[in-house]
Each structure stands twice: as structure tokens, then as C-alpha cells.
């Protein structure tokens, strides 16, 4: 059974960093696809980044330059590192695993973590 | 990018009705990578449809998603108490993402 548990959200004030991580069992981290979505409170959601299994990454425009995607293999564990948080990036991140081939769709969801961005 | 604009907002009907739900692109998207999830108040979105029309492992048979080029849809034959909730279109493209907005399906 795929699990994914995300942990290291909470609440940082505007400029502020965090570092989310999602620990992953049942599947392996380094020979798949995995992303992050969020989720602003009572909003829809919204694709964040992603990293390829080779190891590219690819980000939504409101993030880029802002927040690195990245992986620890030895800990099949992702990662999101958030810089600059505005108030705008409050949301519920979730971490998903993605179909690298026919599809590109995400197939297995954490439960998410929390992050809230104010003064 | 691609934006998907789904149809209604709202959907308000009774268990035992039958829900179209739309999902159309401001752009041609590949049937392959368009993909339709059914998200409950707490909880993390669930994957129903892949490919525009395949059922993902364990989804009832009532769940049935058409459509090509820019307009989808999201049938749901005959509504179950527990099929309440928001359904959320997403296609990819060149290494994007995208969601639509939502289609909130709520009790009449």
C-alpha cells in the first residue's frame, strides 16, 4: 500500500521560510515522478512543482524562484523548500505521487500540511 | 498555459439523479492526459478518471468521463449519498499542470 505523510507546515510570517517533507512508503521516491499541490482555504487546487524520476524539476510560474523541489532517495522522502512566503501561499500542500507515462495524472495524495503565511 | 473552465459552479440534484459535469480548455488538450478527481470536505483529492474515459482502480462503474480536443465531461449515472462532493478537472502539457476550478455536486 502507497503511503505518503507530509509534515513541516505551520505558521511563518511574511518573507518567511519553510521546508515541508513528504515521506513516502509503498513506492519509491527516486524511479517515479512527484509533485506538490496546494490548496488555499476554501479554493481549488493548484499544481506547485515537480520532479522527474531523472531528476528535472518543473515549477508553476507563481512559485518559481521562490520554492525548490527536491528529493532524498536514501529516505525516499520529497521535499519543498519555501522562501519569500507571502501571504498568498497560505495553504494546505499536498504531496502526490505522478504517472510518468500515458496519463500524467496524480494517482496517490498525502493527507496534506497545513501552512499559513501572516503576521 | 491552459486554462480548464468547469460547468456549473454548482450542481444541486438527489440521490438517484444522473450529473454531467464540463470540463472545457482554452486550448486543444490530449485525451490522454486529462484526468477528473473527486475531492470530500477534509480530505485529499481522489483520482476517478485518467485518459479522459479510463476508471482508475476501484471507482464504480457509475463514474464515466468522455469527450476530446476541448470539451469533457464527467458522468455520474445515478448519484450516491456518498458521491456529494467537488469534482475537479486537470490536463498536462508540457510539463505543466492545470485544474480547473471545481464543480461543487451538493444534496437537493
Known amino acids: 500500500e502507497v503511503q505518503l505523510v507530509e509534515s513541516g507546515g505551520g505558521l511563518v510570517q511574511p518573507g518567511g521560510s519553510l521546508r515541508l517533507s513528504c515521506a513516502v512508503s509503498?513506492?519509491?521516491?527516486?524511479?517515479?515522478?512527484m509533485s506538490w499541490v496546494r490548496q488555499a482555504p476554501g479554493k481549488g487546487l493548484e499544481w506547485v512543482s515537480i520532479i522527474y524520476s531523472g531528476g528535472s524539476t518543473y515549477y508553476a510560474d507563481s512559485v518559481k524562484g521562490k520554492f525548490t523541489i527536491s528529493r532524498d532517495d536514501s529516505k525516499n522522502t520529497l521535499y519543498l523548500q519555501m522562501n519569500s512566503l507571502r501571504a498568498e501561499d497560505t495553504a494546505i500542500y499536498y504531496c502526490a505521487t505522478a504517472v510518468a507515462g500515458y496519463g500524467k495524472y496524480f494517482q496517490h495524495w498525502g493527507q496534506g500540511t497545513l501552512v499559513t503565511v501572516s503576521s | 498555459e491552459i486554462v480548464l473552465t468547469q460547468s456549473p459552479g454548482t450542481l444541486s440534484l438527489s440521490p438517484g439523479e444522473r450529473a454531467t459535469l464540463s470540463c472545457r480548455a482554452s486550448q486543444s488538450v490530449s485525451s490522454n492526459y486529462l484526468a477528473w478527481y473527486q475531492q470530500k470536505p477534509g480530505q485529499a483529492p481522489r483520482l476517478l478518471i485518467y485518459?479522459?474515459?479510463s476508471r482508475a482502480t476501484g471507482i464504480p462503474d457509475r463514474f464515466s468521463g468522455s469527450g476530446s480536443g476541448t470539451d469533457f465531461t464527467l458522468t455520474i449515472s445515478r448519484l450516491e449519498p456518498e458521491d456529494f462532493a467537488v469534482y475537479y478537472c486537470?490536463?498536462?502539457?508540457?510539463?505543466?499542470?492545470?485544474f480547473g476550478q471545481g464543480t461543487k455536486v451538493e444534496i437537493k
Open positions: 486537470q490536463q498536462y502539457g508540457s510539463s505543466r499542470w492545470t
Open positions: 509503498g513506492f519509491t521516491v527516486s524511479s517515479n515522478y
Open positions: 485518459g479522459a474515459s
